[in-house]
């Protein structure tokens, strides 16, 4: 009999692979009812408006130029995030924010970000992935890749209260992949891998995603496509599980990063202790013995017998990996709303009437016609009479021409003036339902920023404008903080040198292991043991925990950095102790880090520095023009004479025409 109080819970990976395989069956059920639960089952209709399918004869869609506004506007970013941290982790910092600058252009962030904001608006939630792969069906070279997926191709299972599934038990990515790649990629499964054609759907959902797929993503490729692709399903676990087995367990494969192993409970666990630098041990706690510290990760495929994978999730960061972006969000709503929800009724009435508006247009060009039977006109000649076609033939008629032949519209039959008035009463209503009106005041802005009036420009940008913001804000900064551990497990020090240049690498990366960004000791560790009592994974989570998230933009919070970015300009302008070091790194550009404690220690060193260099080029100048300079180096003449007054611009001056040692001179004195 079923235990319906554990059977929530994934099996052990000691159970049999048909368990194991059904349980993730279950789990995307799941999932696929707590979308249904919250879905209208209509969001694919949203699809069809920003299309332009219809009966209409005219074919427009302003909407459609509406959303790309909206959502070209919002999604304008110009970097992935900004890390900071103290200063002994200054020069780490500095590189990793040279590789996010690095992985924002190559990963094209900005537009895989757009794209799972599109879903967002279109179908009340879209999802980004933050991945390492390997190109080439995985035999090409690893990098970082932002996967934009649908609301019906990421199923959770258990969402918290804070509708974040990044705090769900289960969650399950479904991937739409090539066969030929998934061959590529599960080359032991090749003759067990089913295409989407083969599988049985068990529910109304999978259905529905298929149609999805179908309609708008594959199915425009050919007829057969569901022979040409499977379904991957990534399914992430928050496993709880404790070893208390007795024994030590051996997680993943060993020749990978995330292979870790895991201790009993009450299992002794040694040590260095850092104040006395003598052995210390103690029992293994429950929180030591989590068989899975991070994530469990399955992959499997539907219609299989068992998982392709089913071990420690590969990534270091220990987060489910789908980041939701949403845009109309509410607390009682898991999902929010599409912002095409109240803007498709008016979309569709705008388009009839402006489609009335042209045929009526069109009737009055070539309306209908009565003539008079006895005005002697034959009726040969009216049938084939066009009164728009330039060769049309010239008719005799017996009697008032204008009576003779005359349109059967009724007068009321027209547009006018007050029609053309109803179609921008639409136009606005869905700008305004949209918050274009938002956006055209952070476009207008953008343009405005050494204006006087900054602050009452930054309070016009909506309301509605910075909540989207803010929602992508959090967003951003899950992926920069996931950022931090897939830079650290999957990026070489020689890749990173190929990236960035030497000089651009932390001195600390070349310790025990330079080919690793992790350091090899905890600070507290002997440096001189070449072997740390801290796994990698262990080190790599205190580097990140110590390289923080210090700013994320986005189109809109930019504007307060564009302020603090003018903020710093005016101090250098106006010679306030501020260091180039600080303000150029606000500005954007890029410059050396200057070492010391606080601002005001900076800015005095650059001083220094500034001083030694003006030193150095006068010592200079006066080796190579000694005429300049004059005999004695300090630019005066030969009899000394008074220094310059500097009261004067600068200007070049011949001197020493009386006692013939003639030299150019630069004055600055009346």
Request: glycine share 6%; aromatic share 10%.
């Amino acid at each position: 009999m079923e235990d319906k109080t554990k059977d929530w819970q994934a099996p052990a990976f000691e159970s049999d692979a048909a368990t194991r395989q059904s349980w993730i069956e279950e789990s995307v059920q799941e999932g696929e009812k707590w979308w249904k639960s919250h879905d209208d089952n209509t969001a694919e209709k949203y699809l069809d408006l920003l299309g332009t399918k219809g009966s209409e004869s005219l074919k427009s869609n302003s909407l459609k130029s509406d959303v790309r506004k909206f959502v070209e506007t919002i999604s304008d970013i110009r970097e992935i995030a900004t890390l900071g941290g103290a200063e002994q982790f200054k020069s780490y910092v500095d590189m990793f924010n040279r590789l996010y600058r690095y992985i924002y252009q190559e990963s094209h962030f900005p537009r895989q970000s757009r794209k799972a904001l599109q879903y967002a608006v279109a179908l009340r939630r879209g999802y980004l992935w933050p991945r390492f792969i390997r190109s080439d069906f995985g035999w090409g070279q690893g990098d970082i890749e932002f996967v934009d997926l649908g609301p019906r191709e990421v199923m959770p299972n258990q969402v918290p209260r804070s509708n974040d599934i990044q705090g769900a038990y289960v969650c399950t990515v479904i991937e739409c992949m090539g066969i030929a790649e998934a061959h590529a990629r599960f080359p032991n499964y090749q003759d067990q891998l089913l295409p989407i054609s083969k599988f049985k759907y068990t529910s109304n959902n999978q259905v529905r995603r298929h149609e999805y797929w179908d309609r708008w993503k594959y199915g425009n490729e050919s007829q057969d496509w569901e022979n040409r692709y499977c379904e991957i399903r990534h399914t992430f676990i928050r496993d709880l599980r404790i070893n208390r087995s007795g024994k030590m367990f051996p997680m993943g494969d060993k020749n990978t990063s995330w292979y870790y192993e895991v201790p009993s409970v009450g299992s002794v666990i040694a040590w260095i202790d850092p104040e006395n630098n003598l052995p210390a041990s103690r029992s293994a706690s429950p929180s030591d013995c989590r068989v899975y510290p991070q994530l469990r990760q399955m992959i499997s495929n539907p219609g299989m017998s068992q998982p392709m994978y089913d071990g420690p999730a590969f990534d270091w960061h220990g987060v489910i990996p789908p980041v939701q972006y949403d845009v109309d969000d509410w607390p009682w709503l898991a999902v929010g709303y599409s912002l095409l929800q109240d803007t498709g009724g008016l979309e569709r009435a705008r388009r009839s009437f402006l489609d009335l508006m042209y045929r009526v247009l069109k009737r009055k060009m070539n309306p209908p016609l009565g003539y008079d039977l006895d005005a002697g006109v034959s009726r040969d000649d009216i049938k084939h009479f066009d009164w728009l076609d330039e060769d049309s033939p010239k008719i005799g008629v017996s009697g008032d021409a204008k009576k003779s032949l005359v349109s059967l519209l009724p007068d009321s039959i027209a547009v006018n003036q007050e029609d053309f008035k109803m179609l921008e009463v639409f136009e606005k209503v869905g700008q305004k339902i949209l918050g274009l009106n938002d956006l055209s005041s952070l476009a207008q802005l953008k343009f405005n920023l050494s204006s006087e009036n900054f602050d009452k420009l930054l309070e016009t940008i909506g309301p509605i404008a910075k909540g989207i913001a803010a929602n992508m804000e959090v967003a951003h900064a899950k992926i920069a903080h996931m950022l931090k551990f897939l830079i650290a497990q999957y990026f070489t020090t020689r890749r990173v040198m190929s990236i960035i240049g030497p000089d651009g690498v932390a001195s600390e990366v070349f310790d025990f292991n330079p080919n690793s960004l992790v350091p090899s000791h905890m600070p507290w560790e002997d440096k001189n043991n070449p072997t740390s009592k801290a796994s990698r994974i262990e080190r790599a989570k205190w580097l990140a925990q110590n390289i923080i998230v210090k700013s994320v933009p986005s189109a809109l919070l930019n504007v307060t950095q564009m302020q603090e970015k003018m903020i710093y300009m005016n101090a250098l302008q106006r010679g306030w102790p501020v260091s180039f070091s600080t303000a150029f790194k606000k500005i954007g550009i890029e410059w050396p880090e200057t070492p010391g404690s606080d601002e005001f220690e900076r800015y005095k060193a650059e001083q220094y520095q500034l001083l030694d260099l003006k030193i150095k080029a006068a010592q200079l100048a006066a080796v190579e023009m000694p005429g300049a300079a004059g005999p004695n180096g300090s630019g005066q003449g030969k009899g000394g004479g008074r220094p310059p007054s500097g009261k004067q611009p600068p200007k070049l001056e011949k001197r020493g025409t009386q006692d013939g040692n003639l030299r150019t001179v630069v004055s600055q004195s009346k």
